[in-house]
């Protein structure tokens, strides 16, 4: 039976009818056609699927569609501000940070939440932040250095 499901994603308020048993991740792939959002895993355990949800990154793979009620969600489309990529996104790609792009959304999503929280973290922090997810082709040098050249860059923006 399905349940009535209010949310808002990227600032656009939703309702649906869902399946309960729904997984997030497909909700936002399949219903939003949100595919930005990737499924690597479907066990929590690389990170591809990460969005940020009430402020917090989260695996949108083992998150059932119902705990998304009355939640702001954001994925990687609703980063851009007017057509332009985030800092965080351009700095990826300044820093090679990307390869084949599968993790890419994953690990920006999660850098943008830590940097939310701590707009000035330490290379230790960003190791530990981010640990949970997996790139097999970049090198977790290139991603790290990346979220450094962001940080300094968005606390540069907040003081203009």
């Not at 499924?39 to 940020?52: D, L, S």
Request: with cysteine.
């Amino acid at each position: 039976m399905k349940q009535h499901l209010i949310t808002t994603v990227n600032g656009q308020h939703i309702e649906r009818d869902v399946d309960p048993s729904m997984r997030l991740v497909d909700f936002l792939r399949d219903e939003l056609l949100l595919t930005g959002t990737k499924i690597g895993c479907k066990q929590g355990e690389c990170g591809a699927c990460t969005i940020i949800m009430n402020g917090t990154a989260v695996l949108s793979c083992i998150l059932p569609v119902m705990k998304a009620m009355n939640a702001e969600i954001l994925t990687i489309e609703g980063l851009d501000e007017d057509g332009k990529l985030n800092p965080i996104q351009e700095e990826f790609i300044k820093g090679g940070a990307i390869q084949c792009g599968f993790c890419t959304p994953g690990l920006i999503m999660g850098t943008k939440a830590l940097l939310d929280k701590n707009p000035s973290p330490t290379r230790e922090e960003v190791r530990e932040d981010l640990s949970g997810h997996i790139c097999r082709c970049t090198g977790y040098k290139k991603i790290e250095d990346s979220v450094m050249k962001a940080a300094e860059r968005l606390r540069e923006e907040s003081h203009d």
